[in-house]
């Protein structure tokens, strides 16, 4: 308990900083959107099913990489604008890694549900059926983005931060699918040790 308190705590610590004379607050609110959501969630459906402390580190993640990008906007994060400037990039791509981890956390979350609620058994099928849970979660938040855009105009350009590049979406629905098979590849093994360790503490208590 006292590591979910943690948790909490840091989500809104790393909150409220980020909404301190952020770039504009409408860009704020909409990249911090998701992270609220995805908090309420857990927060409702937690006495139900907890996922294991391992997986909520990760999400704790991934909602500072949502604050960061709200607070600056995906195009204008000062690190990734010095690493444009050194290797000469034509674009500031901090989005890329919110769309990995758009698929990277979601393969995590979705994989720990299948198992421990044995939706799916080990095997093709369950790396497969992440794979599309994931690129569904991606496809889904590009319609929200484009609605986003259609209703807002211009005011939602810093939230869309295409910066020009025709192949944006495309690219970061490819970015979320490499995040899931990243996430497949190289850390399935040690969330199975995670979750055998989960299983066990909760048959001796």
């Known amino acids: 308990?006292?590591?979910?308190?943690?948790?909490?705590?840091?989500?809104?610590i790393g909150l409220i900083i980020s909404g301190i004379?952020?770039?504009?607050?409408?860009?704020?609110?909409?990249?911090?959107?998701?992270?609220i959501?995805?908090?309420?969630?857990?927060?409702?459906?937690?006495?139900k099913f907890k996922f294991s402390d391992f997986t909520y580190i990760f999400i704790l993640i991934h909602c500072y990489i949502l604050f960061i990008g709200g607070h600056y906007t995906?195009?204008?994060?000062?690190?990734?604008?010095?690493?444009?400037?050194?290797?000469?990039?034509?674009?500031?791509?901090?989005?890329?890694?919110?769309?990995?981890?758009?698929?990277?956390?979601?393969a995590m979350i979705v994989r720990e549900m299948f198992i421990r609620l044995e939706i799916v058994k080990h095997g093709k099928w369950l790396t497969f059926l992440i794979v599309c849970v994931c690129i569904s979660i991606s496809v889904f938040?590009?319609?929200?983005?484009?609605?986003?855009?259609?209703?807002s105009g211009q005011s939602a350009e810093s939230f869309l931060g295409t910066q020009g590049y025709v192949?944006?979406?495309?690219?970061?629905m490819l970015y979320a699918l490499?995040?899931?098979?990243?996430?497949?590849l190289f850390m399935s093994g040690i969330q199975d040790k995670q979750l055998n360790k989960l299983s066990n503490k909760e048959k001796t208590t």
Request: a negative charge; charged letters at 15%.
């Open 1 to 12: 308990m006292k590591k979910i308190t943690l948790l909490i705590a840091l989500f809104f």
């Open 21 to 35: 004379h952020p770039h504009d607050y409408f860009t704020w609110i909409l990249e911090v959107f998701p992270a």
């Open 37 to 47: 959501i995805g908090f309420l969630v857990l927060l409702f459906t937690y006495k």
């Open 74 to 106: 995906y195009a204008e994060v000062p690190l990734f604008e010095w690493i444009k400037e050194v290797f000469h990039q034509s674009r500031n791509n901090y989005d890329k890694v919110g769309h990995f981890m758009q698929g990277f956390i979601p």
């Open 141 to 151: 938040y590009e319609f929200i983005e484009w609605f986003v855009a259609v209703v």
């Open 167 to 172: 192949w944006d979406t495309q690219s970061d």
């Open 178 to 184: 490499i995040g899931a098979v990243c996430m497949i």
